[in-house]
């Protein structure tokens, strides 16, 4: 049960911010989530609405590194309705299975290809510790840029916000997506 009532639709929100709700609508299909969380600040759910379709769709790094990083920093963050989101969105753009098992499990990267174990390692260390291995962080910027790391840690700190929005509000998984594990 969520700790206040999550908003969902243009009569939970102030007319002048019926708009946003109609964007939400756009990007997900439905209020849900940390959105309806969100919408009780309608003016900032405005402005972080964008993110979503920037990190998916606009951003220089490809599905496969993003969704790993994204994966791992809500995994390691338990936070179920994100995790649950967020695997469903992976299998759309063709994450292994195999990865997302892992992740979930949070298994050993050690046998990973190079760029999918520091992606998952990357998110792990910026996740658990706010700090990152400095050979991991040179490697990872000399093979991609400026540009792609920071839209690499901007996309998976974008999720661990959203994370501690449905967290702190206790937002409920919900029916059919994935569940993470205690």
């Not at 900032?44 to 994966?71: G, H, I, K, N, T």
Request: glycine share 6%; proline share 7%.
């Amino acid at each position: 049960m969520p700790r206040i009532p999550l908003k969902r639709t243009k009569a939970d929100v102030p007319a002048e911010y019926a708009h946003v709700i109609d964007g939400v609508m756009e990007v997900f299909g439905a209020v849900r989530g940390p959105f309806g969380v969100l919408l009780h600040s309608p003016a900032m759910a405005e402005l972080l609405l964008p993110m979503v379709p920037f990190v998916r769709e606009q951003s220089v790094v490809a599905d496969l590194p993003r969704m790993l990083a994204v994966l791992a920093a809500v995994r390691e963050r338990k936070a179920k309705y994100v995790w649950g989101a967020q695997v469903g969105y992976a299998r759309r753009v063709d994450v292994p299975e195999a990865l997302i098992d892992l992740i979930r499990s949070q298994g050993d990267t050690a046998a990973l290809p190079e760029d999918q174990r520091d992606a998952i390692d990357y998110a792990r260390q910026l996740t658990l510790t706010n700090r990152c291995d400095q050979g991991l962080f040179d490697r990872m910027l000399a093979k991609h840029g400026a540009q792609w790391m920071v839209e690499m840690t901007a996309s998976m700190n974008f999720y661990s916000f959203l994370c501690g929005m449905t967290n702190a509000f206790d937002v409920p998984v919900t029916e059919g997506l994935d569940i993470l594990p205690e």
